[in-house]
């Protein structure tokens, strides 16, 4: 019976959503391009799920409101994720917040969502500064006036009906989460309060009443409770599988699951409402679902609109009805965008309650906008536009072409392109009107000059070049905004790239050279000569003091190396140094990072090409040699060699054959076991070599990355889980060290307070939960009211050598050139055993 019941269930949330029509698709290839936009005909109602991180976003429950039901919906996010781990390359801070960022575009577009932000450049002041615990830390950091006040706008600028943030106000969330549900819910008021932010009002919004706001909670906390679970057709999976396939797109941190069709339910709360919902828990309860339910609540003396209202929307239905024939939806999408146009203005001119007018005003625009989307996908017109060059520098003239070919069966008339620029850019070019028949082509090229003072590149900017598509049909103009292949960036005529970028100088043993290479690259077009030169601190000295650099065309590449003399006596702390290159009379100081993935294409990143040095004294054994397994998501081995360690990073091949003995101390990067299956694969080896005498340092890993609890280490250890109740993220958290006498924290550098102080983000993350008696303790500390945790560094002997496990964040104190972090870290892998 139950297999019966289970068949019955299976078939049940497979048949659903399957539009009719008297025009038929092939079987197995639905027109999901067309569906996309006429699905959202059906319904006026506008969701907004905020968060605080990208990835943050509900997928399943987004993807089931806007491809399942058509709900217009956005994902608004407070940060890029900057201070978020990086499991596709080295890029961290605001390089990983661009990755994030666009991931987070690509994953919305899978499930029908808008992305939004509301940091709105690098370095925001809404930056992710790492994990909190506290709400009221994160809001003192990013700071209250700046943070509510781009929420609000956003509000009155998107005009949701439905407000839901992604996680709860609770002490075992984040606290990034917990603020921006905070918020979400003071701006349910807020947001309809004209005293609040007056100034938007004055430039033009209006105040905006978000009708309801519900909260995620658990089944039995739930008021209302939808189904979500189902197979849909035409996208040929299910709601939470197309959630999953979105959430593929966050490959930096790792996201994605492979899911069955199963039945699921999003549970909500009702914690606000302005609205009557005369009893119902239905989530739409009190909302005008669509034109017929707007023309419902129209008062008596505008009983001629609530006639257009319903007409409009029988015929919104009966454009989805005509899915899946292309031609009958552009015929029908043409005359419904000339009754919009003339309701919008009756609308305007009717004598009727504001804030009802004001609403009706805003439908009519987004059904506008759809409308606009659905005839021209149903037009079949294809839009192929593309610069000459992609990557362009200031006073550039390049060539940009946008080709339309009309692969529908209707004429399109007065077809036209036109390129959207910055101000302050020149185009010209022939533009005029096409007449396309069908399967024919027509192209238009450009002429396109980047102004001399023109803004460069930002990956937050829009596209400097966009092309604006139109034509028209019975009477109604279609107009869209198409994106050029590939990123057009403007970017200074050379970048350059520093090796290192972060130096430190050991003030015990003051080097009496450094090294640094400069990587020059030439962006413009043809040949070029670039004089690079770095100026550093007074009392240093540098050789040679500048290298002409020759082009003989664009985007080579070409190295020189400089010498830096640091002063013998050098002070203790940060020093800069500074690099620039001089192109026909010009200057340019930027690095240019190129940032490129398949799943979200290339983007770039300037900043400020220089050097970043601090001087310390930090202590050194100078036979100590290291073996490092570098995991790909840290530069740990590379900083310190730079500080003339002696590391050799371990290969596949040394892992499985080399002699591991000749290496006093190995050390593990963050997360390798997850990285490199290599390592888990000779796991027994590195314990041979422990056993041997060797000294084993493994830094952190969470606990899903391949780590076994009663076997990846020689004594059983567990890292903590749920992991956002096993760490310090109080960076300045007091720190008690509980065998001052070891080794740890006295050979080769004395550990004292000071080299505590000044740590970035946190402590540390993913804290060991529960470990075998053969581990020694050596450090306490904790979050403010909290428990303190005392796994911070763990060791144990095990037969003649030592294994050290830390989850003390000493990747990203060494790479923000934080000199307490290389003394102990340094202290660490330089243990040998003598108590």
Do not use: C
């Amino acid at each position: 019976m139950k297999k019966i019941l289970s068949v019955l269930l299976s078939l049940l949330l497979m048949i659903t959503l399957i539009p009719f029509s008297n025009s038929s698709a092939k079987a197995n290839e639905p027109d999901v391009d067309l569906w996309n936009v006429v699905k959202p005909l059906g319904t006026t109602v506008t969701f907004v799920n905020t968060g605080a991180h990208p990835d943050d976003e509900r997928s399943d429950l987004l993807a089931y409101l806007s491809r399942g039901l058509g709900v217009k919906t956005a994902s608004l996010i407070a940060n890029r994720g900057e201070g978020g781990q990086n499991e596709i390359g080295p890029e961290l801070d605001n390089g990983l917040g661009i990755i994030r960022s666009r991931e987070m575009i690509e994953a919305a577009k899978i499930t029908g969502v808008k992305a939004y932000h509301l940091s709105e450049t690098t370095s925001d002041e809404i930056y992710d500064f790492g994990f909190s615990k506290s709400p009221d830390e994160t809001l003192e950091k990013w700071g209250e006036e700046v943070t509510y006040e781009r929420l609000i706008r956003f509000i009155r600028t998107y005009q949701p009906d439905i407000v839901m943030p992604s996680f709860l106000n609770v002490d075992t969330q984040h606290g990034h989460h917990r603020l921006i549900n905070i918020l979400s819910e003071k701006a349910f008021k807020d947001a309809a309060d004209p005293t609040i932010f007056p100034n938007q009002l004055k430039e033009g919004l209006n105040v905006w009443q978000v009708k309801k706001y519900y909260l995620p909670v658990s089944k039995d906390e739930a008021t209302t409770s939808i189904e979500i679970g189902m197979y849909d057709p035409i996208y040929q999976m299910s709601y939470p599988q197309l959630g999953e396939a979105s959430r593929y797109m966050h490959k930096s941190q790792g996201m994605g699951n492979d899911i069955p069709v199963a039945p699921r339910q999003a549970h909500l709360k009702l914690a606000h409402t302005a609205v009557d919902t005369n009893g119902s828990n239905d989530l739409f309860a009190g909302i005008p679902y669509n034109f017929t339910d707007w023309a419902n609540v129209l008062p008596k003396n505008a009983n001629d609109l609530k006639v257009q209202f319903t007409k409009l929307q029988n015929d919104l239905d009966s454009i989805i009805d005509a899915y899946p024939s292309r031609e009958a939806v552009f015929t029908k999408t043409q005359k419904a965008l000339k009754d919009v146009e003339r309701l919008l203005a009756k609308t305007e001119e009717k004598n009727i309650d504001e804030a009802l007018k004001n609403d009706l005003l805003h439908k009519l625009s987004l059904k506008s906008e759809q409308l606009q989307e659905a005839s021209f996908v149903a037009s079949s017109l294809d839009v192929e536009a593309e610069a000459k060059e992609n990557i362009l520098t200031k006073g550039q003239t390049t060539t940009v072409t946008v080709t339309l070919t009309n692969n529908g069966s209707q004429t399109l008339k007065n077809a036209a392109a036109e390129l959207i620029v910055p101000e302050g850019w020149t185009v010209s070019g022939n533009s005029s009107n096409l007449k396309l028949s069908a399967g024919e082509s027509g192209t238009v090229a450009f002429e396109v000059t980047v102004p001399e003072n023109g803004d460069f590149y930002h990956a937050y900017v829009d596209p400097a070049i966009q092309a604006k598509v139109s034509f028209e049909e019975k009477g109604a103009k279609t107009t869209q905004v198409k994106q050029l292949e590939g990123t057009v960036a403007v970017l200074p005529d050379v970048g350059l790239t520093l090796s290192p970028e972060d130096i430190v100088v050991n003030t015990a043993k003051v080097q009496k050279e450094v090294p640094v290479s400069v990587k020059v690259k030439n962006f413009r077009s043809g040949a070029a000569t670039a004089n690079v030169s770095l100026t550093v601190p007074e009392g240093w000295g540098v050789s040679p003091s500048s290298i002409a650099v020759n082009f003989s065309k664009k985007l080579v590449e070409k190295e020189v190396k400089f010498t830096l003399i640091p002063p013998a006596d050098i002070e203790d702390g940060k020093f800069e140094i500074d690099a620039a290159a001089e192109v026909n009379g010009k200057t340019f100081d930027a690095t240019v990072q190129e940032i490129s993935y398949d799943h979200i294409g290339t983007f770039y990143y300037l900043y400020g090409a220089k050097v970043n040095g601090v001087a310390f004294e930090l202590l050194t054994d100078p036979n100590l040699k290291i073996g490092y397994i570098d995991s790909g998501f840290d530069m740990v081995a590379d900083y310190l060699a730079n500080t003339g360690l002696n590391i050799t990073k371990l290969t596949e091949a040394d892992l499985a054959s080399a002699d591991l003995s000749q290496y006093d101390t190995i050390v593990t990067g963050i997360r390798a076991y997850l990285s490199r299956p290599d390592l888990k694969a000779n796991n027994e080896r590195l314990k041979e070599y422990v056993a041997n005498g060797g000294h084993l340092v493994v830094q952190y890993h969470k606990p899903e990355d391949g780590w076994n609890k009663d076997t990846t280490a020689p004594y059983p250890l567990t890292i903590g889980s749920p992991s956002i109740k096993w760490r310090v993220t109080d960076e300045n958290a007091a720190v008690n060290v509980l065998k001052p006498a070891s080794p740890l924290f006295n050979y080769p550098n004395k550990i004292g307070d000071s080299d505590w102080a000044g740590w970035v983000q946190e402590r540390g993350l993913y804290y060991p939960m529960a470990w075998a008696p053969e581990y020694e303790t050596f450090v306490s500390m904790q979050d403010p009211g909290e428990a303190p945790f005392d796994g911070g560094i763990l060791m144990a002997k095990y037969g003649e050598g030592t294994y050290l496990y830390t989850n003390l964040v000493f990747y990203r104190q060494i790479q923000g050139q934080v000199p307490g972090g290389y003394r102990i870290f340094t202290n660490l892998i330089s243990y040998s055993g003598q108590e």
